[in-house]
């Protein structure tokens, strides 16, 4: 009885010290866990601010692309969270086995493996999910952004301040994007505004006439003929600037077609010098040189370009004065060359004689007429057959337009 009693007490005192052990045990592995996660968040964290601050300071000489970044991220993690977790097991299993020798050392390598993995686990996870979030936080910002950007506000720009990587080459791309979009929009109200006012006129103009005649046209001649004339007059005059409506139109929408074949170029210069004869007496025309040589390039096309120049020039050059159409090789290129002694464009309009519904005098283009698109419509031709237009004008003195055109076939005839 007494000797059982014994056993019972030293088995009770046996089990106490192995209870009394595993706890210290287990307290000795959460304090080794939780100055393990500490360790491995401050150490991230610095070099993060570190890696910061360099990306700052080299930011302008270097670029470090976004994968660089992700990769060299992620890398330094995972080495740094194995690297203590190489260092934790270590020294927990040197402490338990000096201090609290156990029976069974592969168990307790499994479960200081088992431990130490469970939180190099958990930390990747957090560490992992925190520098995701701050390394794609640009793209959180540029979707935002975005989604406040309408047809209304499209001001609105992406921030591409900041380090050199792929997102800004997104954002600078985006912006660049969006400045196209703009100016085509703003090109676009432009457009139908002038048009509409284009427009507007001629109708006004058509409207006072057919009430001029149901009031007074049936009895007066007089005025039946002038409200005919002027009602001949503004149609043919919508009529115009319809058509150049619709070649606008069709070059905005890449239908123009260039029918391109090869020819004379100085047979477009004869035809346009004794057509305008015909027409206009009321100025002297000159053409010095009318070289022959082949040009590959629609010939109808090309003749209607040469002719907004020349009625251009008709236009703004005063009765008897000298309007000169020269056409010669120089360069390897074709050149056509309109000369006159007008009026001239100023330096402060010249930069905008290409724009559409343009004029650099709106009380002088109520005289002379146009719509402010002849000139748009020439350099679109031009443009659509590679050529280049030089100007040069000095006001009250005149004009010179050159166009250099790209030969298909440098002959001689």
Excluded at 2 to 13: K, Q
Excluded at 188 to 201: G, I, P
Excluded at 355 to 380: N, P, Q, V, W
Aim: glycine share 6%; aromatic share 12%; proline share 2%.
């Amino acid at each position: 009885m007494i000797l059982s009693s014994f056993i019972l007490c030293v088995e009770w005192g046996i089990n106490l010290e192995m209870k009394n052990k595993l706890k210290i045990i287990i307290k000795f592995f959460f304090f080794i866990i939780l100055f393990f996660m500490k360790t491995i968040f401050l150490f991230i964290r610095s070099f993060v601010h570190l890696f910061s601050l360099l990306r700052k300071g080299l930011g302008n000489k270097f670029r470090f692309s976004l994968t660089f970044k992700i990769t060299i991220t992620y890398v330094f993690i995972f080495f740094t969270v194995f690297l203590f977790m190489s260092i934790g097991i270590i020294a927990s299993f040197n402490h338990i086995i000096q201090n609290y020798p156990p029976e069974d050392y592969i168990f307790l390598l499994g479960v200081l493996l088992l431990a130490f993995n469970l939180a190099g686990f958990i930390a990747i996870i957090l560490i992992g999910s925190s520098v995701s979030r701050r390394l794609l936080a640009p793209i959180k910002a540029m979707t935002k952004t975005v989604q406040e950007i309408s047809f209304n506000q499209l001001d609105r720009r992406l921030d591409v301040s900041g380090s050199k990587n792929e997102l800004k080459d997104l954002a600078q791309t985006f912006n660049d994007m969006l400045d196209r979009i703009q100016i085509s929009v703003e090109q676009q109200k432009r457009f139908v505004s002038d048009a509409s006012h284009e427009l507007r006129t001629p109708i006004s103009v058509i409207q006072g006439y057919t009430n001029l005649l149901a009031r007074w046209g049936k009895d007066d001649r007089k005025v039946l003929e002038e409200s005919i004339s002027a009602l001949r007059s503004e149609a043919l005059n919508m009529n115009h600037l319809i058509e150049e409506l619709l070649f606008l139109a069709r070059e905005d929408s890449g239908t123009l077609k260039i029918n391109r074949e090869e020819f004379k170029l100085s047979e477009i210069i004869t035809e346009i010098i004794y057509e305008t004869n015909l027409i206009d007496t009321s100025h002297i025309f000159i053409n010095e040189k009318n070289e022959e040589f082949f040009i590959k390039a629609d010939k109808k096309l090309l003749k209607e370009a040469t002719r907004i120049f020349m009625d251009n020039s008709i236009k703004y050059t005063p009765i008897g004065g000298i309007i000169k159409l020269n056409c010669y090789l120089k360069n390897d290129k074709g050149i056509i060359s309109i000369e006159d002694t007008g009026i001239g464009i100023s330096k402060e309009d010249l930069p905008y004689i290409f724009t559409r519904f343009y004029r650099a005098d709106k009380s002088r283009t109520k005289i002379t007429g146009g719509t402010g698109l002849g000139l748009t419509i020439a350099k679109l031709i031009i443009d659509n057959h590679n050529g280049k237009i030089n100007v040069w004008s000095e006001f009250n003195k005149g004009t010179i337009f050159r166009i250099e055109l790209p030969l298909s076939a440098p002959t001689n005839d």
